[in-house]
């Protein structure tokens, strides 16, 4: 008898689906090359004699890879996940390929134009590694899109840390190694994962698991190793430099940490190995008690949704959106504006970090780039399970969580801008934190409010705006500035040393990110009456599962 890839994939107590969750896992831990820039933005100055407008376009190229996500978008309906990853995988060796010979100095500097491209490539191949993890995990654990989504966004956070500490321990923060590992690893980490991760049917694992409370267990365990991941870096960073054996025992530490998770399905195999013949038909039965009651909730949504289409209605907020539909409504308008506001801002910070630590006097800014990725982290990976919680318990609608996040950022900006002592420390900390809120609320966001059908394609519309947000505020704002104030150097390009290089900057910005919390608030109180009603249905659910419970049980 041949062997059957979807049952086992989805048999076995659903294993297959958390070896794909765990996978994602790994894949998102080196999908955050794009937050890097910095580690290496002054090799590429000096080498190719760049004003800092020129080396901000640069970084603008690099999020304009962004902006072709759109066809990552597409493609998510209609190419296999493994097909996704392979294409961002060899996308990413070409563009930061090309760029580490340069900087490696084995070919002579390339046109302006020509670092673009390769720029741009770099930068989309995250997209196609972005889009393959979050449509499949949150399609796979559609109970789950909060707690899922804060998971893999926290390990985006994490990446650029996990790089830039790696290659301080072993490569002495060496540019050209740097890029070698941005090119190298990410394509064999995909590589392994077109193997294991792929989407699986609705009704499986996760709906058994959340009946006995298994599933938000594992979810808590991949969160914890998440947190020590974090600490060790943060350790890592806050205790100063290191010798050649520390910085090797470190590295291998780190690997150890990183392999953890895959504990999880190692669980969840036996588990289900040793579960009693009984036990399989009382979940099944479970599911089905659950599955019905979704069918008559659905049901409803769904003959709503006929109606509508047959009246040529418009699907009310929270129904399936199609994109045209989508973009039509004004609270797709005013999550993209409020969106652009939060991450628009931190992208100017992530990629003039580099200039901004030499114009304070600091020589070495990779501490910096490690605070933001470290701190970008605890706000993904908190903040999707803390607005889970709140919506289950007390209907808060998610963007007021965004909201708060951007009230926070614009005293980070402050902060910078009076130059205090330490305000590099703590403005990267608090714009770290609250960038990390900004992503990992806004994707379960989208989701429910139009829907998953079309959810690829529609999240790399809003994500439209991390180019955007490049071009206006780094790419104009902060390169414009910083250039009025630059003296000239040898070679062509620019410098300048002082407090008042980025003020006017981190003025401006404080001021979108008040704007930001504006329209945040209006969208969480135009969408109340819809978390009321996830709230509701989320208390259904738990109440069917406790009482098929009790019956099974008894």
């Known amino acids: 008898m041949g062997w059957d890839w979807r049952m086992g994939w989805e048999g076995s107590g659903g294993v297959g689906r958390w070896l794909g969750f765990v996978?994602?896992?790994?894949v998102q831990c080196i999908s955050g090359n794009n937050y890097t820039f910095s580690n290496y933005s002054d090799a590429l100055k000096s080498l190719m004699g760049l004003t800092q407008l020129q080396l901000n376009n640069l970084s603008v190229a690099k999020d304009i890879g962004k902006a072709f996500g759109l066809l990552a978008g597409l493609a998510s309906d209609r190419l296999t996940t493994p097909v996704i990853l392979l294409i961002g995988s060899v996308e990413g060796l070409v563009g930061y390929g090309a760029q580490w010979l340069v900087v490696r100095q084995s070919i002579r500097p390339l046109p302006y134009w020509q670092m673009c491209v390769f720029l741009c490539m770099g930068g989309n191949s995250t997209t196609w590694m972005n889009t393959a993890v979050l449509v499949t995990c949150i399609r796979n654990f559609r109970r789950n899109r909060g707690p899922v989504s804060g998971i893999l966004k926290g390990y985006v956070g994490l990446s650029t840390a996990i790089f830039t500490d790696i290659c301080s321990a072993l490569f002495a923060d060496n540019p050209a190694a740097f890029l070698l590992m941005l090119a190298v690893v990410p394509a064999a980490v995909c590589t392994a994962a077109m193997f294991f991760l792929r989407e699986s049917s609705p009704a499986g694992d996760d709906e058994s698991a959340d009946l006995?409370?298994?599933?938000?267990?594992?979810?808590?365990v991949i969160n914890a190793m998440a947190v020590a991941i974090a600490v060790?870096?943060?350790?890592?960073?806050?205790?100063?430099?290191?010798?050649a054996l520390v910085s090797r025992l470190f590295a291998a530490g780190l690997l150890v940490l990183l392999a953890a998770p895959a504990a999880v399905p190692i669980h969840k195999s036996l588990t289900a190995r040793r579960r009693p013949l009984g036990g399989a038909s009382e979940d099944v039965g479970a599911s089905e008690a659950?599955?019905?009651?979704?069918?008559?909730?659905?049901?409803?949504?769904?003959?709503?949704?006929?109606?509508?289409?047959?009246?040529?209605?418009k699907p009310e907020i929270g129904e399936e959106h199609t994109i045209v539909?989508?973009?039509?409504?004004?609270?797709?308008?005013?999550?993209?504006?409020?969106?652009?506001?939060?991450v628009g801002t931190g992208m100017a910070v992530m990629n003039n970090m580099g200039q901004m630590g030499l114009a304070l006097g600091y020589t070495d800014v990779s501490i910096f780039v490690s605070l933001l990725s470290i701190w970008g982290f605890f706000g993904r990976i908190i903040s999707g399970t803390i607005s889970e919680y709140f919506i289950k318990e007390h209907a808060?609608?998610?963007?007021?969580?965004?909201?708060?996040?951007?009230?926070?950022?614009?005293?980070?900006?402050?902060?910078?801008?009076?130059?205090i002592p330490g305000s590099l420390y703590i403005g990267s900390v608090v714009v770290g934190l609250c960038y990390g809120v900004r992503l990992a609320v806004s994707v379960p966001t989208?989701?429910?409010?139009?829907?998953?059908?079309?959810?690829?394609?529609?999240?790399?519309?809003?994500?439209?705006?991390?180019?955007?947000g490049s071009f206006l505020f780094s790419g104009l704002l902060a390169g414009l500035l910083y250039d009025a104030q630059?003296?000239?150097?040898?070679?062509?390009?620019?410098?300048?040393?002082?407090?008042h290089c980025y003020r006017m900057v981190f003025v401006i910005m404080a001021l979108a990110c008040i704007i930001g919390f504006g329209l945040d608030v209006v969208l969480a109180f135009r969408t109340k009456k819809l978390y009321r009603q996830i709230q509701s249905s989320k208390r259904t659910r738990k109440a069917a599962a406790s009482h098929h419970h009790r019956i099974t049980k008894g």
């Open 232 to 243: 060790y870096l943060l350790a890592f960073d806050l205790t100063g430099s290191h010798g």
């Open 290 to 313: 659950l599955l019905a009651e979704e069918a008559k909730n659905g049901g409803e949504m769904s003959g709503r949704e006929d109606e509508a289409e047959e009246g040529k209605g």
């Open 446 to 468: 989208a989701s429910e409010l139009f829907g998953l059908k079309y959810y690829g394609l529609i999240y790399n519309i809003l994500i439209l705006n991390l180019p955007l």
């Open 23 to 26: 996978t994602a896992v790994w």
């Open 325 to 342: 539909e989508a973009v039509k409504t004004v609270d797709f308008w005013v999550l993209f504006s409020s969106f652009l506001c939060g």
């Open 486 to 499: 630059a003296t000239k150097t040898e070679g062509g390009a620019n410098t300048c040393v002082g407090a």
């Open 396 to 419: 808060t609608p998610r963007p007021l969580w965004n909201a708060g996040s951007q009230m926070l950022m614009a005293v980070g900006y402050v902060v910078m801008a009076v130059a």
């Open 212 to 220: 006995d409370g298994a599933g938000a267990k594992y979810f808590g």
